[in-house]
């Protein structure tokens, strides 16, 4: 399909500029029912016969029922455009009891949740547990393990010149706040909107990455956006340094449009993500970002970074949301980006990104913000939910208020429909945020979606696939990567192969937990499963039941 309507073109100007003003121990045991090379190499196997016509799920909304209340607002002084977009959640297994907890921000009088998942409900533990932030605005939160401890930690972006925090898990699911001589209590940045860990430099420890919407580049700092900062923590001292200058980031994110609704020299960076695209380990910067400025950055090894947007087809002229993943099965990671001119689905060809909008239907997705990658009916084939919608109170934007969400299921031959409306997922609210994790521990895949609606905060949509077999897989690295963030997952089933890059990084706003969960159709085993992890290593697993709930361990830990 093509790009957005010549109504919505020639309002998008208008609206904004209104909006403005205004190895050995490997745990493996039965889970609830329910093979390539890297670099974009095709896989060495032969593909399965694909369906033609993709097929359906269904979803339940359960958000009230299992105790989600959130208020997503904020209160205070903060920037309008700001305030419509900012926020999030994060998933991660923070008390280490085996499902994913929620972490969602907040701001002002309306402070930030955790809640902490008992498999049929959640029970917000945020102030009994030590993440209080009181009146400060944040966004993007992000769990993984900073300190190499084991446990997951919680990063948060600060808005409106309030701090970005971070806070250390003290491995029982209670945090303490760390961030005073981090590092990170330094930085000058007006708005951190969202975030990214990877081990940039694949020195072990978990680096991050941020996008500062909104922020002067020049305002303090001309030579450092704050973009990447690198881990340098030891002796149980968390340490951070910005490193954006010397990489080589600040200088390509300065020759970028200097345009939008703020002024000139601004970043307008959304959704940072440190993927591995070219096969070498390394991984490399993608930065979501407004106003023709979304960019690739290739990690050369050696600590800095080459600028190579222009060796790709990136033409998202309003790029918000953010996912990566192997959409065609030909072993590498695909880029979706969610934008209102139309959104852009870059097939990885050779380490390149070339624009598949004119032959994938997955162009227009309205307003668009978060976005995921995921296996929805488990039949081996990745497919995308994406979120939307733009000030509902604004009646010149009532094409985009009356938008609904985008379920686009995979037919396994690179072509999408949209099956939101059969799927019981086509809602109209202003969506923003998007998690996708399997929330009630049966399976399959689940959305939590966050909304700018007074009268309705997020959907937590439980998945009700009734057919249809997986294998999840969670990692147990080396310290202190411990979770084997930027390690490769393969899964080979009845002749087919299909991967999944382990990653933290931000689909907008939002982080998904690490765990990879893989259809099999109707194969009941996986008949090899190896991984490869960031340090060159390979773990092997044969013979995998359907069903099957892994944590594969690096062969040193």
């Not at 994913?100 to 701001?107: I, Q, S």
């Not at 003290?170 to 760390?178: L, W």
Request: include cysteine; hydrophobic fraction near 35%.
């Amino acid at each position: 399909m093509g790009a957005m309507s010549p109504v919505r073109a020639a309002g998008l100007a208008a609206l904004i500029l209104s909006a403005c003003s205004g190895g050995g121990g490997d745990n493996v045991g039965p889970a609830p029912s329910g093979g390539s090379s890297g670099g974009g190499t095709p896989p060495t196997t032969t593909s399965q016969p694909p369906s033609k016509e993709a097929v359906p799920t269904s979803f339940r909304e359960q958000a009230a029922v299992r105790g989600m209340t959130h208020n997503y607002r904020y209160s205070g002084d903060i920037n309008p455009m700001v305030r419509q977009f900012a926020g999030g959640a994060a998933s991660g297994d923070v008390d280490g009891d085996g499902d994913p907890d929620v972490v969602m921000v907040g701001g002002g009088d309306f402070p930030l949740r955790l809640y902490i998942n008992n498999r049929t409900s959640f029970t917000d533990e945020a102030s009994t547990r030590g993440l209080v932030t009181g009146s400060e605005r944040h966004s993007g939160p992000v769990l993984g393990d900073l300190d190499g401890d084991g446990d997951l930690d919680l990063f948060l972006g600060g808005l409106q010149g309030d701090s970005s925090r971070v806070f250390l898990n003290d491995g029982s699911g209670r945090f303490s706040d760390a961030t005073a001589g981090s590092g990170l209590d330094r930085m000058t940045s007006l708005h951190t909107v969202s975030a990214a860990f990877g081990d940039y430099d694949l020195d072990g420890d978990l680096d991050i990455a941020m996008a500062h919407w909104g922020t002067e580049r020049q305002a303090s700092n001309p030579g450092e956006t704050e973009t990447l900062w690198r881990n340098d923590s030891s002796g149980g001292t968390l340490r951070f340094v910005p490193v954006s200058g010397v990489a080589g980031i600040s200088a390509g994110l300065e020759l970028s449009a200097s345009t939008g609704v703020m002024g000139v020299d601004i970043d307008y960076s959304f959704a940072p993500s440190l993927v591995d695209i070219n096969g070498d380990r390394y991984p490399d910067l993608l930065l979501v970002a407004d106003f023709d400025t979304s960019q690739v950055f290739t990690n050369n090894g050696d600590g800095t970074f080459t600028h190579a947007t222009s060796d790709s087809t990136i033409n998202d002229s309003n790029g918000m949301g953010s996912a990566h993943g192997d959409f065609d099965s030909d072993g590498d990671d695909d880029w979706f980006v969610s934008s209102i001119d139309g959104n852009r689905l870059y097939e990885n060809v050779g380490g390149r990104f070339e624009n598949r909008q004119g032959t994938v239907d997955v162009s227009d997705g309205g307003w668009g913000w978060g976005s995921c990658f995921a296996d929805f009916n488990l039949d081996g084939h990745l497919d995308i939910y994406q979120t939307n919608g733009w000030f509902a109170e604004n009646p010149a934007a009532s094409e985009y208020s009356s938008d609904t969400t985008r379920l686009w299921m995979n037919n396994g031959e690179g072509r999408f429909t949209d099956m939101a409306a059969v799927s019981g997922v086509a809602d109209d609210r202003q969506g923003r945020s998007v998690v996708c994790d399997d929330f009630d521990r049966d399976g399959d895949v689940d959305v939590l979606q966050l909304t700018f609606d007074p009268q309705r905060q997020q959907f937590l949509w439980i998945n009700d696939l009734q057919n249809g077999n997986a294998i999840s897989v969670k990692l147990a690295g080396v310290a202190p990567n411990t979770a084997g963030i930027g390690a490769r997952i393969e899964v080979e089933t009845d002749g087919r192969s299909q991967f999944r890059r382990v990653g933290i990084n931000s689909s907008f706003t939002a982080v998904s937990s690490a765990e990879a969960i893989f259809g099999l159709g109707d194969a009941d085993e996986a008949t090899r499963i190896s991984v490869t992890w960031p340090d060159g290593n390979v773990s092997m697993r044969v013979n995998v039941q359907a069903g099957s709930a892994l944590t594969i361990t690096h062969p040193d830990a």
